[in-house]
């Protein structure tokens, strides 16, 4: 806190720093895949492959539009006032995808505090993805971030269903009740809707995250060679550490994580306190 450092010692720890910290901070401390670990000589503490691996997350890709200056959002009012959830066509995931109004202050889609807003975007997130990525070490001090790899839209179904939605959102700004609304739509261009191969590479170049990470230290069965943490928190392997944090879900809810997060901590603390 504040650059002071110091040591806690406890019969029993419980780290709480994230989807990327806590997988992070665990491999610095010699638990993880133990390949990995040795590449930037670091004792292996012990060997827990699922370290770092499973990085779920939710893909989010803006649709931006230039709207009529008095539909733009005043600065002081909630800039995210609605939302859409549907299931693709096809998918046996229940409320795959949500598409999400809001503004946007910035050329690439972003939206920043204190900034005038340019138009509004419709955010697209895919809720259920089926690609996982993976956080490896960078270095061995601990202020150096690691590599994140999302891998985002490497598998088919997540992109088809990008692509889907994108097609989805336009057909909607076109409709009859945002038609005094939209003056134009800014991105994605004519060329980029005029083919599923134009389409899916603007998909790829513009896709980014909706920061709800989770998944890099999963919760599963001692069985599960991936898994890093039992169903009460507890890492496999190793007495008096637990981890408690989106990092131990399985896969990333439907949903924002934080509700889901305070559940587990308010659920795990119960079992810690019987």
Aim: aromatic share 6%; glycine share 6%; net charge negative.
């Amino acid at each position: 806190c504040g650059g002071e450092r110091f040591t806690v010692e406890a019969n029993e720890v419980v780290m709480s720093a994230g989807a990327i910290a806590s997988p992070h901070l665990l491999m610095l401390s010699g638990v993880g895949p133990a390949d990995h670990l040795r590449e930037f000589g670091i004792e292996v503490v012990h060997d827990l492959p699922g370290v770092g691996q499973n990085f779920r997350d939710h893909p989010l890709l803006p649709v931006l539009f230039r709207v009529r200056d008095e539909y733009l959002v005043a600065m002081d009012n909630p800039r995210i006032q609605l939302a859409l959830r549907y299931t693709t066509p096809g998918s046996d995931s229940r409320n795959d995808m949500q598409i999400m109004p809001s503004w946007f202050t910035d050329p690439r889609g972003t939206s920043f505090v204190n900034s005038e807003p340019l138009g509004s975007r419709f955010v697209l997130i895919l809720e259920s993805a089926v690609g996982a990525g993976e956080i490896r070490l960078a270095s061995t001090d601990p202020h150096v971030q690691p590599h994140l790899n999302y891998r985002f839209m490497e598998e088919a179904w997540d992109l088809e269903r990008m692509r889907h939605g994108v097609r989805l959102v336009v057909r909607l700004a076109e409709s009859d009740a945002l038609r005094d609304v939209i003056v134009e739509r800014m991105a994605p261009s004519d060329a980029d809707l005029a083919s599923d191969e134009a389409l899916d590479q603007w998909v790829r170049t513009h896709i980014s995250t909706a920061h709800h990470l989770a998944g890099t230290c999963k919760m599963g069965p001692a069985s599960d060679t991936m898994a890093v943490v039992d169903q009460y928190g507890r890492v496999h392997g190793l007495q008096g550490l637990r981890v408690v944090d989106t990092s131990i879900m399985p896969d990333v809810v439907r949903a924002n994580t934080n509700a889901t997060a305070m559940m587990m901590a308010e659920r795990i603390a119960d079992w810690m306190k019987a």
